[in-house]
C-alpha cells in the first residue's frame, strides 16, 4: 500500500509489487493509473504504474470469484506480458502455480478471458505471444527445482529478458542470465 498526497490530501492506494518497485523513494513524485473499488461500505482505491497492469485488473475483476485482492495477488507474483499470456496460451500449470489461484479458479480465468485478452491491442501481449512464453515458462520451472520462489524466480526471469533479449532463444541461456538476477 501506499500513501499518495495529491492537493494537500492523502489517499492510501492498493498496488502490486510491480507498481511498488517501480514507485522510488519516498516524497517523490509519483503518476499513477487508478481504478476506484465501491463496495457497499468500502471505498478502495487501487494504482498501477502501467495502463496494461490496469486493463489486466480490470479483467481479471471482471472473472466470477476474482476480486480486488486476488487480481492484486496475481499482479504481484507475474508480470502483466507473463499473465496474459498464460491466459492466451491457456497455461494452466503456470495459473494455478500463483498463490490464491487454484485449478478451479485458473480454468475459469482462462475460458472467460481468453477471447477478450487475444483482441486486445496490448504491447506486452505480444511479446508474451512471440514464442517465448515456453522457454520463459520452462525457466522459472528450473529456478523452482532449485529452490527459489515463484517470486523470485519470476522476477529474475523478466530481468534477464530485459537486460538480454537474445537469453531467449534457450532455457539454458535464461537460466544461466536469470540465476546472475537472482537476489
Partial sequence: MLVVEVNGLSYEVNVPLSTYER?????????????????????????????????????????????????????????????????????????????????????????ELRDKVLKLDVGVLHEALEGKEEIRSEAVDALLALGYSRIQSEKAVREALKNDSSAANSVEELVRSALKEVK
Avoid at 480486488?68 to 499482479?75: G, H, I, K, N
Wanted: proline share 2%; no cysteine.
Fill in 23 to 111: 514507485v522510488g523513494r519516498e516524497s517523490s513524485e509519483v503518476s499513477l493509473y487508478t481504478i476506484l473499488v465501491v463496495r457497499e461500505d468500502d471505498l478502495q482505491l487501487y494504482g498501477f504504474a502501467t495502463e496494461d497492469e490496469r486493463k489486466l485488473f480490470k479483467l481479471l475483476t471482471s472473472v466470477s470469484g476474482i476480486g480486488p485482492r486476488t487480481a492484486l495477488s496475481l499482479l504481484s507474483s507475474a508480470n502483466v506480458g507473463d499473465i496474459f499470456g498464460f491466459i492466451a496460451n491457456s497455461n494452466l500449470q503456470a495459473l494455478t502455480s500463483i498463490p490464491g489461484i487454484g485449478k478451479k479458479t485458473a480454468e475459469r480465468v482462462v475460458l
